[in-house]
Antibody, heavy 124, light 107 residues
């Protein structure tokens, strides 16, 4: 079955960077994009960006442009999300998510598989 | 960006009763609208996509309707496992955006 398994919780100081991994299994990795969505405590969901592991194409939300980098390692079937210059407002659970359709990323699809989430706490 | 507005913020319903949740988009998203359920401490899970198509394994008591800017999620007879937060999401435009959620709680 499809699984997305994320790395563990992180505690970071303001100004630092964090890297979260998302290891995929149970499907053909190269034909599905992987997206990142975050959720601040008690808040709603916020889309951050995606990567197409097949060709490396990616797209970021303008809100995070310049601070977020999404990469992939096809041999490890793993996607990474790096967020830099952290502030307290970046304290959130970060999720990776796979589109329902096997499209490269720039397509119309909801998300039918999610990682378990990674809590990032930013505190001095 | 497209703003998704859900109402009400909280819905108090008795088990067995019907629940109707609304989602409005600030501009047309066609039928590119999904609904997700999220329980405490868990990731969201897909209920409905294409505004009205149930995802795999979703019971028939969940139904979605609407197009353009107005959408509805109906739970015909609430079961104990349905008490959760529900989010709508548009996937017609970038950035993808979600509503702020409707919490369905036990009355």
């Amino acid at each position: 079955q499809v699984q997305l398994v994320q790395s563990g919780a992180e505690v970071k100081k303001p100004g630092a960077s964090v890297t979260i991994s998302c290891k995929a299994s149970g499907y053909t990795f190269n034909i599905y994009a992987v997206h990142w969505v975050r959720q601040a405590p008690g808040q709603g969901l916020e889309w951050m960006g995606w990567i197409n592991p097949g060709n490396g194409n990616r797209k970021y939300s303008q809100k995070f442009q310049g601070r977020v980098t999404i990469t992939s390692d096809t041999s490890a079937m793993t996607v990474y999300m790096d967020l830099s210059n952290l502030g307290s407002e970046d304290t959130a659970v970060y999720y990776c998510a796979r589109p329902r359709r096997p499209c490269g990323g720039d397509c119309y699809s909801s998300f039918d598989n999610w990682g378990q989430g990674t809590l990032v706490t930013v505190s001095s | 960006e497209i703003v998704m507005t859900q109402s009400p913020a909280t819905l108090s319903v008795s088990p067995g009763e019907r629940a109707t949740l609304s989602c409005r988009a600030s501009q047309s998203v066609g039928s590119y609208l999904a609904w997700y359920q999220q329980k405490p401490g868990q990731a969201p899970s897909l209920l409905i996509y294409g505004a009205s198509t149930r995802a795999t394994g979703i019971p028939a008591r969940f139904s979605g309707s609407g197009s353009g800017t107005e959408f509805t999620l109906t739970i015909s007879s609430l079961q104990s496992e349905d008490f959760a937060v529900y989010y709508c999401q548009q996937y017609n435009n970038w950035p993808r955006t979600f509503g702020q959620g409707t919490k369905v709680e036990i009355k």
